[in-house]
């Protein structure tokens, strides 16, 4: 009765860790692709509505564009309507790493939840399966207790990676939007002017960046200071180089400066810092690889080198 009761117990346990992976994997399948079908979705039906768009021709490309720009933008503007009077860190957090959907804290809260869960009921149910049954329950309570607990912070090293991922998207779309900003200045465009026709540019192939730039020439439109709204790009993208660009509209226009020369002057000191950027991580490969090669390299070769060594003096000696 004992063994038909536990082997009941390990069932349900099993079933409930399923259960729980499978509204883990649901809640992050939602979270990651239903905003992508939404967006595809708008698109179709605004491209229909259109009777005399052809998908093909450049007006639908267009078209397509603005309208899966459009949903991010006005999140951002939810959200700050929202959060007027403190921002909320979380939400900030996910929007830098490309979640601007309303529901995206809740998944992630959810995600979270469900991480502990899943670990917990895994870890539970090895060790009553492995544990001998003189051990107390307790232990593997609380070891499993330990383990969900530390699953708590799976979620938040995905979301970190994911951040990462958009900053280095926005890095890569940086140097593009500085050379077109050159150009407008050239051409006699104003800032307001250059900004959003360097985001309508940049929304065709850095889509990212150029949603950014969008709620920026936004901000513009609606009164805002231009330093303002760069120091707020700078902080939605969380980039150095977008920092230190609000620092160099600043400076140039309190100072009087030419804008112009401003930009070309610090697009070249960008270039110049990725290079110093790439230099530095092509110099810290070597120090990274002493550990593995240490470690699987190193004794291989010693036992090849003192091998034949050994053979020799075990002949001689014994």
Known sequence: MTFLSNILSSGLLVSLSVF??????????????????QTRKLVTESLLSERGLNRRSLDAQQQL?????????D???????????????????LFRAGFYQ????????????GAVAIG???????LTAVLPPQIPGVIAFAGAALFGLACLVIPSIALDRFENAQKQTYRRGFPDFMDMMITCADAGMSLEAAVERVSQEMAGTHKWLGIQLAIMNLQLRAGKPLREALRELADRIGLEEARSLAVLFRQSEELGTSLTEALRVYSDEMRTQRILYAEEKANALPVKMMIP??????????????????????????
């Open 65 to 73: 564009i603005k309208i899966s720009a459009q949903r991010p933008v």
């Open 293 to 318: 090669l240490g470690i699987c390299i190193f004794p291989v070769v010693l036992m090849i080198v003192l091998l034949p060594v050994i053979i020799r003096m075990r002949g001689i000696f014994f």
């Open 75 to 93: 999140a951002y503007f939810r959200t700050l309507e929202k959060e007027r009077g403190e921002p909320n860190a979380l939400e900030a957090k």
């Open 102 to 113: 309303a529901s995206a804290p809740l998944f992630y809260t959810l995600s979270r939840i």
């Open 120 to 126: 917990f009921l895994a870890v539970y149910t090895g």
């Open 20 to 37: 729980g992976a499978a509204v883990a994997l649901f809640l992050f399948g939602a979270l990651t692709f239903l905003p992508a079908f």
